[in-house]
């Protein structure tokens, strides 16, 4: 009975993979699987789908911190089990959805998530929605930032916007607390990035024996890491490398290969803010997030830099885009020129590309706009 | 009690979006070890740095993945996180579950874990976050015996696949993305358990160009839904729409008075190729020149809704930007069947081809999109056994570097100076 350690391959099952997903559709899924011929949101949160057999699939969307304990899932198991016979699913923005087979069935269902607490009902339209993010200072060791506390921070700030739907379109939020860029950052409207701003330190009391140097050395974007020799603090030469700090521009990358080449900083730490990526094909084709912020600070527990930041550029765009259009559509239609000068961003070099293709981002026309920045 | 003062973190509580901070605390109430959670996070707040060690390799007999090792390296002060891994549970397609298993998962993370989770990870897998090493073969054990659930993938090799909800709940889906899926996970689960690869592969499927899974940004082969035939149009529905019977876009802007609907304003204009037009009060579509963009039949749901011969598109080498710069997925497969009855065969034969080349080819800790673009989009193609076609590129290329293989020159390579001496002295 049980896992035994003195015979570990016994009894050891492998390669099931996922449960079957058909065991948790509600009858009403089940049902009308593939039959469904159009959809309506009722109001903030609230789906409808109708099927060609007629019959109605209502969902309450809710949103979650995504961070969450099993007594908040069990939480959400007493709602589905209260209301949904017992199924309840998660999206792939992290919200939770509710689903029942008829109209009468929404408003309790409404009425008790609102009613306790954690599970505001939104999340669908021309709103904001839940922000994508990583693991931050609570699981992570190459972070520049934390995760769920900018995430917190910042839809407090939005949220009227997560129960609403006023945007000209859909705006997708995204955190990552490094360049990996674990999720969505490079593809989303607005993206909140942790960034580094000093080179690794070098450690040569241990690096001989951690790392693989050859891996260390290939890691880095810019060819910035050579071999050599270094001294460890008993004035021994040990096999090492250095960084021509010139050419480090502190993705980190080294460090997720080389335990002893640390380069997080408390000052040195911040979040960059890119804007304008996308991923339907809905009119224009993907696109990539551009960087229009190169650094704010790092200021727990509120972050009341980047919070700020982001609702300027929202409501910005909120005010100046037209009808469907998204953040990167509306930029790219009124020229960057006019996206910084709308929003009151100072533009810095920083914001110009020098990395590889990047002359395809510089500008080769006569065509632009005369802006407060030409004085 | 609380065991550690919180000042910077207590701010995290007050607001209307869900607090991670109060959840954690509730938690901690069961599970002490939720206290040195929140204690070592706000050390990190007050530090402004992370207090994780790095890197971390634990796991289950038999697999070469699916727990993240994590440690503190301040585990003196907070013991109940000094081991803090995490397990990659793999969720079942499109993430409906039932109260019973997700109680089951619960109950044998609240005994053998911290009792906090991600729901879910980018990737989509279901994760438990926080336990220590000696934990990992029970909960295992668990898993797989009690609740019949496996791990997902981490290392060098295809991660958990995920998908949009597609048929289950949308009128637009294209394929049977959650039979895909599925069929996927279970084919490759031995690539998902045991790292065989370079780096990473990820396959992600979504139902239409929509793509709500993204998977043209975060995965390494995207298979997003397409159709070949015309869009349907219900021209009863059409009218519905002009005379403000029905909503736009399903009622996605109803919290601002954007005005009567227009039809010219917002679909004919706004219609990337511009192939629509009304004759009268019938809208046109030349459907020769859609490119399946979904911004009509996003409009106007009850009145448009895509062709019937369904299939799906693909699209290989997304990426972050770690080594050579961010990759959006590219075209390489315009159209192939989603077949569940001949088991997607079309598409296995695709991703193991994919394999084939990049597990040979591929350099360490390279993903497939840098593979194909280091050594170039038209061998990769070969490779792929796909004829070149104009839908491959955005344009033709404007430099005029271009390889030739010496048996598409007339003659060869092979050439005697002195012969071309005898026309062309010195």
Same mark, same amino acid.
């Given at each position: 009975m049980g896992y035994d350690p003195q015979n570990p391959m016994k009894d050891r099952i492998t390669d099931i993979g996922p449960p079957h997903y058909e065991q948790f559709f509600p009858p009403v899924i089940k049902e009308n699987y593939g039959k469904w011929l159009y959809h309506e949101i009722l109001e903030p949160g609230v789906l409808k789908h109708v099927s060609e057999t007629g019959a109605e699939c209502y969902t309450v969307r809710i949103g979650s911190a995504r961070l969450i304990s099993t007594s908040l899932i069990n939480d959400y198991c007493d709602m589905a089990d209260k209301h949904c016979d017992g199924y309840l699913r998660f999206t792939t923005r992290n919200n939770v959805e509710f689903m029942v087979d008829s109209a009468d069935k929404v408003q309790a269902l409404v009425d008790d998530c609102n009613a306790h607490g954690m599970m505001p009902v939104g999340g669908t339209g021309a709103g904001v929605t839940n922000i994508v993010h990583t693991q931050g200072w609570v699981h992570c060791h190459t972070p520049a930032t934390d995760a769920s506390g900018v995430v917190k921070a910042v839809m407090d700030e939005l949220f009227d916007y997560f129960t609403s739907m006023t945007l000209p379109a859909q705006v997708r939020v995204a955190l990552a607390c490094c360049l990996n860029m674990c999720g969505a950052v490079h593809c989303s409207d607005i993206a909140i990035l942790g960034v580094h701003r000093k080179p690794p330190l070098i450690d040569n009391d241990t690096i001989t024996s951690v790392c693989e140097l050859p891996l260390a050395i290939a890691a880095c974007p810019l060819g910035a890491i050579k071999p050599a020799k270094g001294v460890n603090s008993k004035g021994e030469e040990v096999k090492s490398v250095t960084v021509n700090v010139d050419r480090c521009m502190f993705c980190g990358n080294c460090y997720t290969m080389c335990p002893s080449m640390p380069l997080a900083?408390?000052?040195?730490?911040?979040?960059?803010?890119?804007?304008?990526?996308?991923?339907?094909?809905?009119?224009? #084709?993907? !696109?990539?997030?551009?960087? $229009?912020?190169?650094?704010?600070?790092?200021?727990?527990? =509120?972050?009341? *830099?980047?919070? +700020? #930041?982001? !609702?300027?550029?929202?409501? $910005?765009?909120?005010?100046?885009?037209?009808?469907?259009? =998204?953040?990167? *559509?509306?930029? +790219?239609?009124?020229?960057?020129?006019?996206?910084?000068?709308?929003?009151?961003?100072?533009?810095?070099?920083?914001?110009?590309?020098?990395?590889?293709?990047?002359?395809?981002?510089?500008?080769?026309?006569?065509?632009?706009?005369?802006?407060?920045?030409?004085? | 009690m609380p065991k550690h003062d919180t000042p910077m973190l207590d701010q995290l509580e007050s607001g209307p979006w869900p607090s991670f901070v109060t959840d954690i605390k509730r938690q901690a109430a069961k599970n002490e070890a939720c206290w040195d959670i929140l204690g070592q996070l706000e050390l990190s707040y007050k530090d402004k740095i992370t207090h994780w060690k790095h890197g971390g390799i634990v796991g289950v007999f038999g697999y070469g993945g699916g727990i993240v090792g994590r440690y503190s390296d301040v585990a003196k002060k907070f013991p109940g996180v000094a081991h803090f891994h995490t397990v990659r549970v793999n969720q079942p397609s499109s993430k409906f579950y039932s109260s019973k298993i997700l109680r089951q998962i619960c109950d044998i993370w609240e005994r053998r874990g911290s009792g906090m989770t991600n729901m879910h990870g980018s990737t989509g897998d279901l994760v438990l976050l926080g336990t220590f090493t000696e934990q990992l073969e029970e909960i295992f054990y668990e898993l797989t015996h009690d609740v019949g659930v496996d791990l997902g993938g981490s290392g060098g090799n295809l991660r958990t696949p995920s998908c949009c909800l597609g048929k289950a709940r949308c009128e637009w889906s294209c394929y049977d993305t959650q039979a895909a899926c599925h069929d996927i996970t279970m084919t490759y689960q031995d690539e998902l358990h045991r790292p065989a690869f370079p780096y990473k592969f990820k396959i992600k499927f979504s139902g239409c160009p929509n793509d709500c899974v993204a998977a043209i940004a975060r995965s390494d082969l995207a298979v997003i839904g397409n159709w070949k035939d015309d869009i349907r149009i219900d021209q009863a529905a059409v009218k519905g729409y002009i005379n403000g019977e029905f909503p736009a876009n399903g009622g996605?802007?109803?919290?601002?008075?954007?005005?009567?609907?227009?039809?010219?304003?917002?679909?004919?204009?706004?219609?990337?190729?511009?192939?629509?037009?009304?004759?009268?009060?019938?809208?046109?579509?030349?459907?020769?020149?859609c490119t399946r963009c979904m911004h009509c039949i996003n409009v106007m749901p009850r009145a448009l809704r895509p062709g019937v011969e369904q299939g799906a598109t693909i699209l290989i080498g997304a990426k972050a930007p770690i080594l050579d710069g961010a990759q959006i997925a590219t075209m390489i497969v315009p159209f192939i069947k989603m077949d569940p009855e001949n088991d997607f065969e079309e598409l296995k034969d695709i991703i193991e081809k994919c394999w084939d080349w990049w597990m040979e080819e591929g350099k360490n800790r390279e993903r497939i999109g840098e593979s194909i673009q280091r050594i170039g989009l038209p061998t990769f193609l070969k490779v792929m056994e796909v004829e070149p076609l104009p839908q491959h590129v955005k344009e033709p290329r404007s430099n005029p570097y271009v390889f030739w293989k010496e048996e598409e020159v007339p003659g060869g390579f092979e050439r005697d100076l002195a012969e071309f001496r005898k026309r062309n002295p010195m």
């Open positions: 900083d408390p000052e040195g730490d911040g979040i960059a803010i890119l804007v304008g990526g996308k991923i339907s094909n809905s009119r224009s #084709a993907p !696109k990539f997030s551009k960087l $229009v912020i190169p650094f704010l600070p790092n200021n727990p527990p =509120r972050w009341p *830099e980047t919070v +700020e #930041a982001v !609702k300027n550029i929202l409501e $910005v765009y909120a005010k100046d885009a037209m009808k469907y259009e =998204r953040v990167g *559509e509306w930029a +790219e239609r009124i020229g960057w020129e006019k996206f910084f000068e709308k929003c009151n961003i100072p533009f810095t070099d920083k914001s110009i590309d020098d990395y590889r293709l990047a002359y395809d981002t510089w500008r080769t026309t006569t065509q632009f706009k005369f802006t407060s920045h030409i004085k | 996605s802007y109803s919290g601002r008075d954007w005005g009567a609907f227009d039809i010219k304003a917002e679909v004919l204009d706004l219609c990337p190729t511009g192939c629509m037009w009304m004759e009268g009060d019938t809208l046109k579509i030349d459907d020769a020149e």
